[in-house]
């Protein structure tokens, strides 16, 4: 059975379909899901909105759904592979997980848990919810924890410093590089130490300013 629903899969609707998705990624990175129309994402495909239903049967909130999952995966493994190549140590896996996602479009996890995930079924938003923790802030939060286990950092609230990490790496996309004159990877790395080593920070200092 398996092997017979495999061959009936169509290459040219597999196509179609991944065209669309492609398309209603951009858009809805850009826009957010209440901005973004069936037409939106059909007329640079030079497709009627209508003909989207084919393929996403329950419309903009299905169609919504898989881009985000899909989407979620992709960073997730290329994450993945980023600590990875990081090496050993903490700094290095983390300044490659700040090198992947500012080669990347902007998660922007508050405007998809503040608005976004609210126009789907719950159950298709906790999914979402789950697989960004579970591929993104979790996988940050072990990589810390594992170098904590290790003696290499201290005690520390490692899944408070995985949400602080990506969030101000996120922060960074709306930095105008042409004016601050310097590259988005190596303000990422900047905040990375900034976080490991501290600002040097003194209360005498403070009194005197």
């Not at 239903?53 to 980023?82: D, S, W």
């Not at 405007?111 to 976004?116: G, K, L, V």
């Not at 950092?153 to 922060?171: K, N, Q, R, T």
């Not at 490991?196 to 920070?201: E, H, N, V």
């Amino acid at each position: 059975m398996a092997s017979r629903a495999k061959l009936s899969v169509n290459p040219r609707a597999e196509e179609s379909r991944s065209r669309i998705l492609d398309s209603a990624e951009g858009l809805f990175a850009h826009r957010g899901f209440d901005s973004v129309t069936l037409r939106d994402i059909a007329a640079p495909l030079g497709l009627r909105h209508a003909s989207l239903y084919y393929h996403f049967p329950a419309g903009k909130e299905e169609l919504f759904a898989e881009v985000m999952e899909r989407n979620i995966r992709r960073h997730g493994a290329g994450l993945a592979a980023a600590i990875e190549a990081g090496g050993t140590r903490l700094r290095g896996k983390l300044r490659g997980a700040a090198g992947w996602f500012l080669s990347q479009a902007p998660i922007d996890l508050i405007r998809m848990a503040e608005s976004d995930l609210k126009a789907l079924d719950p159950k298709a938003a906790r999914k979402l919810m789950e697989l960004v923790y579970e591929l993104i802030l979790g996988r940050l939060q072990r990589t810390i924890e594992d170098s904590r286990a290790s003696g290499e950092v201290g005690p520390c609230d490692a899944g408070l410093l995985a949400g602080g990490i990506l969030g101000m790496v996120e922060s960074l996309h709306s930095v105008p590089v042409a004016i601050v004159g310097r590259e988005r990877y190596a303000m990422g790395c900047e905040l990375i130490d900034v976080i490991l080593k501290g600002i040097d920070y003194e209360e005498d200092r403070d009194a005197g300013g």
